[in-house]
């Protein structure tokens, strides 16, 4: 009886230890890909949605990713006061950038905060419930828009985010598409296809098509500057 209780004691606490000691965050990868340097697969985000009213909760998110003190300022100056839907870390060891994000509601607007290097600078995403293939036409040609739209099925109530930072004037340079999680394996030959229209560099692909395989997509951003640049979003598990 003493050992079925100890056993059954042992167990909760595990339990308990298990369900409160693990992170509640959404871990996402993503790979850009340009028209002169290769890929960069050293992008990562850390996504957390619960309890973000209580300071203790954000100052411990802060430091668990050992966040910059800059950019921390920058959070509790202008973003610490909003309602917060959900608190982004993104870093790119690639490039010595890192940038602090939150969300104000699901699908809504983002506002975020860049250190690239010394620098820092403002971004937000605005968010786009039902957006029009007409915009991305204009964007990047309609032959490039119809392809993009093809190739991964796009339909019209598809949500999208445009972005506009402070480093190009606040001047519309991406597009954000939502995807319905595709598994990336399933998806090599579209993924190539539009890289290549894109005149993107696709050197060792396929490596990281065969390393990620069985990853999800969940965004595919567009951006323009004096090429288009294409990144990929996408996490180890499927949402359910």
């Not at 790979?31 to 960069?40: A, G, L, R, V």
């Not at 403002?122 to 968010?127: I, N, P, Q």
């Not at 109530?157 to 340079?173: A, F, P």
Request: aromatic share 18%; glycine share 2%; charged share 25%.
């Amino acid at each position: 009886m003493i050992i079925l209780f100890i056993l059954i004691l042992s167990l909760l606490i595990y339990y308990i230890y298990y369900i409160y000691s693990k992170d509640d965050v959404v871990i996402e990868r993503s790979i850009k890909f340009t028209h002169s340097k290769p890929y960069n697969n050293d992008r990562i985000i850390y996504a957390y949605t619960d309890n973000l009213d209580n300071d203790k909760t954000v100052t411990n998110i802060f430091k668990k990713h050992n966040v910059d003190d800059k950019l921390v300022y920058f959070y509790n100056n202008m973003f610490k006061s909003m309602y917060k839907y959900e608190l982004i870390y993104g870093v790119d060891k690639n490039t010595n950038v890192s940038k602090v994000y939150v969300t104000t509601n699901q699908y809504d607007t983002i506002y975020g905060v860049e250190k690239r290097n010394d620098k820092y600078s403002m971004r937000y995403y605005k968010g786009v419930e039902k957006f029009k293939k007409l915009e991305l036409d204009t964007f990047i040609g309609i032959d490039k828009s119809s392809l993009f739209y093809t190739l991964f099925n796009i339909k019209e109530e598809t949500i999208v985010y445009k972005k506009y930072d402070q480093s190009h004037n606040y001047k519309l340079n991406s597009y954000h598409f939502c995807i319905d999680s595709y598994k990336i394996n399933d998806y090599k030959s579209q993924i190539k296809s539009l890289l290549t229209n894109y005149n993107c560099n696709i050197k060792n692909i396929d490596k990281w098509l065969n390393t990620y395989k069985n990853h999800y997509i969940y965004w595919i951003g567009i951006t323009k500057k004096d090429a288009l640049e294409v990144t990929i979003y996408y996490r180890k598990e499927k949402e359910t």
